[in-house]
């Protein structure tokens, strides 16, 4: 079983729509959760981030830990033309030593949201 | 206030040669860290410097190295390369000492023919 999980889609969406995004994770030790936005020939962007359980919203976005699940989730609502992009669940850290951490990523859900 | 800067944007290489990547942090961050994306693999870890040393190395073969000056720029080379090693290479950075999240930059888009 592969640390985090996510559905590659691709997902396509009409204009309006509510959008919801998930990844699943087997390591109970993860408590920061974050959500990158990643457009076409471009690095990831940062969205949203969550420590530990919860939600959180911004604008139209929602972020969601399910940590007894080990389930993560974003919301987009009204969905938008400019919403069309890969997004990347990440979560961690997973401390190496030296003060040293790293985030594992999801492989991403490519979504469009058609006019 | 700038981003992460890599250069170049594009590479073609040839099986065999070798390449160097280079990365500029944002002004004030010290740790680079570098991700190889294939859309196979999603998004693999490489290593991370920290300070001008490499704090955290991921399971990838000693062809895969990197170094970080006093600066805090980085760059990778990747020696001898395979034709699996076409993937977009992104640097992010961050502030360092536990700080969570990075700010990635646009990548190196390298294609080996």
């Known amino acids: 079983q592969k640390e985090v999980e996510q559905d590659p889609g691709p997902l396509s969406v009409p204009e309006g729509a509510i959008v919801s995004l998930n990844c699943t994770y087997s390591?109970?030790?993860?408590?920061?959760f974050m959500w990158y936005r990643q457009y076409s020939r471009k690095g990831p962007e940062l969205l949203m981030y969550?420590?530990?359980?919860g939600n959180k919203e911004d604008g139209r976005f929602t972020a969601q830990v399910d940590k007894s699940s080990k389930y993560i989730s974003l919301f987009i609502r009204d969905s938008q033309p400019s919403d069309s992009a890969t997004y990347l669940c990440?979560?961690?850290?997973?401390?190496?030593?030296?003060?040293?951490?790293?985030?594992?990523f999801g492989k991403g859900t490519k979504l469009s949201v058609i006019p | 206030k700038a981003g992460v800067t890599q250069t170049p944007r594009y590479l073609i290489k040839t099986r065999g040669q070798q390449v160097t990547l280079s990365c500029s942090p944002i002004?004030?961050?010290?740790?680079v860290s570098w991700y190889q994306q294939t859309p196979g693999q999603g998004l693999q870890f490489l290593f991370e410097?920290?300070?001008?040393?490499?704090?955290n190395k991921g399971n990838f073969p000693g062809r895969f190295s990197g170094r970080q000056f006093s600066n805090s720029r980085s760059e990778m080379n990747v020696s001898t390369l395979e034709l699996g090693d076409s993937a977009l290479y992104l640097c992010?950075?961050?502030?360092?000492?536990?700080?969570?999240?990075?700010?990635f930059g646009s990548g190196t888009r390298l294609t080996v023919v």
């Open positions: 410097y920290f300070s001008e040393t490499q704090r």
């Open positions: 969550t420590y530990s359980s």
């Open positions: 992010a950075s961050s502030p360092g000492q536990g700080a969570v999240g990075y700010t």
């Open positions: 002004s004030g961050h010290r740790s």
């Open positions: 390591n109970s030790a993860f408590q920061y």
């Open positions: 990440a979560m961690g850290p997973i401390y190496s030593g030296a003060g040293s951490y790293q985030l594992t």
